[in-house]
């Protein structure tokens, strides 16, 4: 039905337009629950037009608070034309509803917190902490200088979503995670297992998982990986710790394996 301009308004009546101004509701609500007759306008102009009268504009206030707070159209009908309707119980139990989305509400801004900072910090762990889950060698900064030399990259994006979800329990079973692979590593390489062998390809395969915890690792990643241990003082340092010429060797394990799947370890690259 046509509504009138706010000129047509009728003296005893306000116009759809004029409701829709001052109680700052759409004029697509109000048809909506004059529709559904949750608000009917008590009055119409001799061309047909809506006009709501005083009490119209009351029971429209009771909708607006109503809705703000959480109540659906069907509950807010039965609160207004329902005597028998427990008022103060609807309202406890949306207070109840609110109550829950603001405590999800809640946490859902404390894991954004622990994800930025994850972003920024790569570790969510004290320097205390740190030394007491990876040993009294590890640099506390060492987060930092990552975050500085891999903060662009997909894999610290990919390590930060896992890393914000981490304490320091879970961190402690990446660690022990990661110590016992490196045993491992050291007992066969001790045992003589050859590059290629049957035996070293699944100790290829238990690196990728056991890195997963920090990103996806593809083959090729991998095998640059296996360069970096072998090339770089840090890690060639951590390996050769645990035996002699074990960043050596487990680049050839990575590389061996590597070209059994047809990757060729000396133009790999780091996707």
Known sequence: MPDATDADADADGL??????????VTVRALHHWDEIGLARPSLRTAAGYRLYTAGDLERLHRIVVYREIGLGLDRIGAVLDHPATDVPGELRAQRAQVAERIERLQRLGAGLDRMIDAHERGLLLTAEQQAAIFGPDWDPDSPAQARRRYGD????????????SRGPEEWQAVADTMTDFDRALGDAMDAG????????????????EVFGSYFPLTRQMQVCLGRMYASDPGFAAHYDGIRAGLATWFRRIVDASARAHGIDPDTATWE
Do not use: F, I, K, M
């Not at 990259?153 to 914000?164: I, K, L």
């Not at 297992?193 to 990728?208: D, I, K, M, T, W």
């Open 15 to 24: 116009t759809v337009g004029q409701v829709s101004a001052r109680l700052g």
């Open 153 to 164: 990259t997909t894999q610290w994006r990919q390590y930060a979503e896992r890393a914000a």
């Open 193 to 208: 297992v050859a590059p290629g062998s049957p035996e070293a390809n699944r100790l290829v395969e238990r690196h990728r």
